[in-house]
């Protein structure tokens, strides 16, 4: 049984549609790549899976991990285990970064979160992706630079370690130290057993130290073309107009 399993998705944002009778089935311990040019929906297919009630499903279904979770709110959905970085992560004042992911914890795991361990395993994590101890204390993102905010994500990631995670032009205005940082805590979360990816990117530059097992080319709300870690090879020779025409 796929972990995920979209079956003829449809999407529409007010009353345009912008995917089109989309399948796609993900294993857990896969990493699949969704690339495309920009506005071919790629970002909208991972808001949706995440279950943003902007965007509305007009047909077909979303199983996760056996369950229809179509009409599925957000929080419920992160509940079991549906992660989803942000291509532009929002300032949340009141709240500590640290706070905040002993939060969700807490909330995805319905039980209290023993603070040593926890504290001990975020400094962990925070050394990994060279962030100053000091962010945990500050509030959510307030003030945080581009490549630290991404890098708040990933620590998110790793902290909450969901069956899924979307992780959506996390490489966007990132320059190479940091992409490659953050590539370094994406290549962590791939080392944990059973956790699957979808890394939504038009750039090929946090791919290169990852192993992909699938791409597929998303234009115009299609998958137009599947292939193994190979095809990135071929976008970023060839570009995107292959497959357009």
């Not at 292939?227 to 970023?236: A, P, R």
Request: charged residues 25%; aromatic residues 6%.
């Amino acid at each position: 049984m796929s972990l995920l399993e979209v079956k003829n998705l449809s999407v529409n944002i007010e009353k345009k549609q912008i995917i089109s009778g989309m399948n796609l089935n993900v294993n857990a311990g896969e990493t699949h790549v969704l690339m495309g040019p920009n506005g071919a929906g790629k970002s909208t297919f991972g808001y949706t899976l995440m279950g943003n009630p902007r965007y509305t499903v007009t047909d077909g279904n979303i199983f996760f991990d056996g369950e229809d979770i179509t009409q599925m709110s957000a929080d419920k959905r992160a509940a079991k285990g549906i992660f989803l970085s942000f291509q532009a992560p929002l300032e949340v004042p009141g709240i500590t970064l640290e706070s905040f992911i002993r939060n969700a914890l807490q909330q995805q795991t319905g039980k209290r979160v023993k603070l040593f361990q926890f504290q001990k395993q975020l400094k962990e994590m925070m050394a990994l992706l060279n962030m100053d101890e000091s962010y945990a204390s500050r509030d959510l993102n307030v003030g945080f630079s581009g490549g630290e905010r991404k890098k708040s994500e990933i620590l998110q990631l790793l902290m909450l370690n969901p069956k899924l995670a979307i992780l959506d032009e996390t490489d966007s205005g990132l320059d190479v130290d940091a992409v490659r940082t953050v590539s370094k805590g994406i290549e962590e979360y791939q080392k944990r057993q059973n956790g699957a990816l979808i890394i939504i990117t038009h750039s090929t530059k946090i791919l290169e130290s990852l192993n992909v097992d699938f791409t597929h080319v998303l234009v115009k709300g299609k998958i137009v073309k599947d292939g193994d870690g190979s095809l990135v090879n071929n976008i970023n020779e060839n570009g995107f107009d292959q497959f357009i025409k």
